[in-house]
T-cell receptor
Framework: EDQVTQSPEALRLQEGESSSLNCSYTVSGLRGLFWYRQDPGKGPEFLFTLYSAGEEKEKERLKATLTKKESFLHITAPKPEDSATYLCAVQAYGGSQGNLIFGKGTKLSVKP | EPEVTQTPSHQVTQMGQEVILRCVPI?????FYWYRQILGQKVEFLVS????????KSEIFDDQFSVERPDGSNFTLKIRSTKLEDSAMYFC??????????????FGSGTQLSVL
């Protein structure tokens, strides 16, 4: 069964304290791995898509990496506005366009 | 920036009643989706829709659920006879039609459905 597991469930950081979020996945065949950000009461907001092991994508203070079994979202010198829940999702071969399997997310809190 | 719009933001209904959740996808998008998120749980895929027909549906999307694109702008999710376990946040999403896979989905802000 295709599955996505994220850790930790919650992470508290001080402003400027860098860290990483983990996404482990089990999928029959990976078409793509996605990172989304979700603010309270809002829908997920797209951050990155990664397609193959070794690939990296960056956006401002965020950097996503991918291996054959997991992905990391590295947050460098976070700011309070980075506080949100970060969701990882995979699209498997055999699934239709847009059929994403999500993890439960990591709730990030950044204190000033 | 274009966005997916969902109405209402909150819907309260009695068990057994029919509800219709409405969505206006981004205007040039042709793929549409419904997801749901039960409080504290994962975001779950319900259904994908393209070219006026369902492309794929999950096990959750049983005979009580239906989707429709009644006109050129709206996309609806109907639950015929709501159950307590249908209480969740329902997200509509859309993506651009192209031959590329792994297109990013644009999500709306959701409709919080409470079944009493």
């Amino acid at each position: 069964e295709d599955q996505v597991t994220q850790s930790p469930e919650a992470l508290r950081l001080q402003e400027g304290e860098s860290s990483s979020l983990n996404c482990s996945y089990t999928v029959s065949g990976l078409r793509g791995l996605f990172w989304y950000r979700q603010d309270p009461g809002k829908g997920p907001e797209f951050l990155f898509t990664l397609y193959s092991a070794g690939e990296e994508k960056e956006k401002e203070r965020l950097k996503a990496t991918l291996t054959k079994k997991e992905s990391f979202l590295h947050i460098t010198a976070p700011k309070p506005e980075d506080s949100a829940t970060y969701l990882c999702a995979v699209q498997a071969y055999g699934g239709s366009q847009g059929n994403l399997i999500f993890g439960k997310g990591t709730k990030l809190s950044v204190k000033p | 920036e274009p966005e997916v719009t969902q109405t209402p933001s909150h819907q309260v209904t009695q068990m057994g009643q029919e509800v219709i959740l409405r969505c206006v996808p981004i205007s040039n998008h042709l793929y549409f989706y419904w997801y749901r998120q039960i409080l504290g749980q994962k975001v779950e895929f319900l259904v994908s829709f393209y070219n006026n027909e369902i492309s794929e549906k999950s096990e959750i999307f049983d005979d009580q659920f239906s989707v429709e694109r009644p006109d050129g702008s709206n996309f609806t999710l109907k639950i015929r006879s709501t159950k307590l376990e249908d209480s969740a946040m329902y997200f509509c999403a859309s993506s651009v039609s192209s031959r590329a896979t792994n297109e990013k989905l644009f999500f709306g802000s959701g409709t919080q459905l409470s079944v009493l």
